[in-house]
């Protein structure tokens, strides 16, 4: 007989988020066991509960999954669950603090859907929260460019303070040394315009309710694709609509954060459910990709 799937929940938050409990309810997911406010302290002792309890063969019943608001927090947790396993005793987990990976996954993949980006230029606006650097991170990388790292994009990581984009782009650029990340201040509209005047793509991924790009960018002779993953007015990029799914503006199709939404939930519960098939799985963005691309 087969065991009840079990999902145990790791939030740094002081609440654990409610989100991604329906999500993994919805996803199939039996029983939620949700652990708030935890530490890097605690996350041993939670694995060994997980991976001592059921024998071998039933581990793939029983999976981690790890959310909060703060990335950093959850990548610490993350690794610390990763260095408690050993040998055949683990099981399958997912990072997905805050939805940055599900939603970079599926921002990416609305992109794709109508453009190659190879040797395109791609504008991230915002470019330094957890959903921004992920996407930039799936461009820069093999995983959008069918293997092939060096498929030339340029990719414009944008920020209010020019040493935050550095240093993001620095970051990015250790795990994938080929990519072409420019790090791009965007403390004012003219330099914002400047960002993105030779865009094929643009990605808004700054903070909810906030307006990174008013409606000149409707002028820009290349931009083919614009991405707004805002969905709390006003809008992130001025005249995309929260629920605009491939909506065209002249020659630019458009996504609101409710167009990339649904990819982004189908994304989410596609892979709380991929959690359950075995016990050696690790869900992070890559992964989180290549699922959504199968979608
Ligand atoms: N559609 C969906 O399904 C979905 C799912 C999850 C998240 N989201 C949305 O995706 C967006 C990105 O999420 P996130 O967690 O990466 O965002 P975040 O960390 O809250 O913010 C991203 C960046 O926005 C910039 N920013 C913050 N306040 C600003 C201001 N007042 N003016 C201009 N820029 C400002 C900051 O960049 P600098 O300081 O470097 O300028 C920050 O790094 C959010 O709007 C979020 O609500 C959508």
């Excluded at 990719?155 to 990015?172: D, F, G, H, M, P």
Aim: charged share 20%.
């Amino acid at each position: 007989m087969s065991k009840s799937k079990i999902l145990i929940q790791f939030d740094p938050d002081p609440q654990t988020s409610t989100f991604d409990s329906v999500v993994a309810i919805d996803s199939g997911v039996d029983q939620l066991f949700r652990h708030n406010a935890v530490t890097e302290a605690q996350v041993q002792g939670l694995v060994h509960g997980a991976i001592f309890t059921r024998g071998v063969d039933d581990l793939k019943s029983t999976a981690l999954f790890f959310g909060g608001s703060d990335v950093q927090s959850t990548e610490a947790l993350v690794a610390q669950a990763k260095s408690s396993f050993f040998g055949p005793m683990r099981v399958s987990l997912m990072s997905d603090p805050n939805g940055c990976n599900t939603t970079a996954a599926a921002a990416v993949l609305c992109a794709q859907k109508h453009i190659d980006f190879k040797q395109k230029k791609i504008t991230i606006l915002a470019g330094t929260g957890p959903v921004g650097m992920r996407i930039a991170h799936l461009i820069g990388g093999p995983a959008t460019a069918g293997g092939d790292s060096t498929h030339g994009a340029t990719i414009k990581v944008c920020s209010r303070t020019v040493a935050k984009a550095e240093s993001v782009c620095n970051q990015l650029n250790i795990n994938l040394p080929e990519a072409n990340f420019i790090p791009w201040e965007t403390s004012n509209s003219d330099q914002t315009e400047s960002a993105v005047s030779d865009a094929h793509v643009v990605f808004a991924a700054g903070a909810a309710g906030v307006e990174l790009l008013d409606t000149r960018w409707q002028r820009l002779s290349k931009l083919e694709v614009a991405i707004d993953l805002n969905g709390v007015p006003p809008a992130g990029i001025a005249g995309i609509g929260a629920m605009d799914k491939a909506k065209r503006f002249g020659q630019t199709i458009c996504y609101g954060a409710i167009g990339v939404g649904g990819l982004k939930m189908k994304i989410h519960r596609s892979a709380i459910q991929k959690l359950f098939q075995s016990n050696d799985q690790t869900l992070e963005v890559e992964e989180i990709f290549a699922i959504g691309k199968k979608i």
